[in-house]
């Protein structure tokens, strides 16, 4: 168990519902509700015993995820082309100094190379992470890089992936692509001291969410991922921010995602323009902080604040769902007493009345 009381908490709440899942039939209407529960509650504990926190930043092909990741990290550090595509998932993290190593597929060692400036990291990247770079396809696993940008400062880790879906035809990318984006966010997953979120971007100015988008999200992305960057691709400045366009983009995409995910609307590359030029007042226009304050917010203590509300919000729905009759009750709670005396003695700790709640 882990020392932090909310995580305790959390794993309390996890066998209590796990125990009452397992004695209900598989058929039984609160099974899914209980699932539903122990799943969020499993989050919540791998986020708050996670030494590393990796924002994942996914989309189709030339939305622009590399370019807002270099206005993420205040300098051009992630290759962007029009023609080249980023092939491997590249990793930034916080370091002194510039530096970049390269993890081969079926080989241990490490590549290492130590950069004087942001310009010869990219320029590095731009080598080893992208088609048609120095590395045959296939070869490179990840390349991660280190630099020190004030954004990872707070162990947050940003990583840039190759774009999913075909641009030209007759090229094996797409696929492979999605491959080798599916396989690093899995891999993701195993890490058991590594929490994980996905940043889905999507282009807005020329067309919107298309099916394939639409596809890959709900096949690999919806469960991870909570922010929708939705990437202004146009000739208004500002346009990102009107409030009728961004009702039309909600009312015409809401249905595409999670209802409760955030979305940011901004334009990328204003915003790495303003970095590059240090014009405050564009990159506080271009609509960026949002996204940054929701990265900068996975990482670092914060969290077992947070992780009370969200373990209220829990006991909240559990609640709603009983007054709804979905649950019953009496088998709910008399299954399993002690459990739940340890949840409520677990909840004191950590200063949360559950007990009262209850009442
Ligand atoms: N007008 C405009 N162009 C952009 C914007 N963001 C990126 N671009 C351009 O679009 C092209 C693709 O941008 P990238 O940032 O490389 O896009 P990507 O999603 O990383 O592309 P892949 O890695 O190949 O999937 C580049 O030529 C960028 O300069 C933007 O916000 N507005
Ligand atoms: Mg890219």
Redesign the pocket.
Known sequence: MSDAPQARLIECLQYLFHDVAERLSPTDPARPFLDDCTNRLGQMARRLTARRFVAAVV?L???????LLSALLGEEVAP???TV??SVPVEYEYGEAFRAWVHFRKQVAREALSCRSGGELLDFIGKAATEGGRYSPGLVELVEARMPSPLLANGLVVADT??FGAAQPGRADAETHAKVIVEYLNRLNARKDAFAQVYWVVRRGEGGIGSLEKRFYQEHLCGRCADVVV???GPEDGAHADPASQSKFRRRYGDCFDPLVRLHFL???QALEARKSNDAMALGSSGIQTLVDSMSAMAGNAYAHQAVRDVLAIWGDLHAALDRNLIDASRLWTIKKSRRDEAYYQAEQCGIPLKELDA
């Open positions: 989309g092909t030339k939305v622009g995820k590399s370019t962007r082309r029009n595509w980023s190759p774009g990437n202004y691709f334009d990328g590359m």
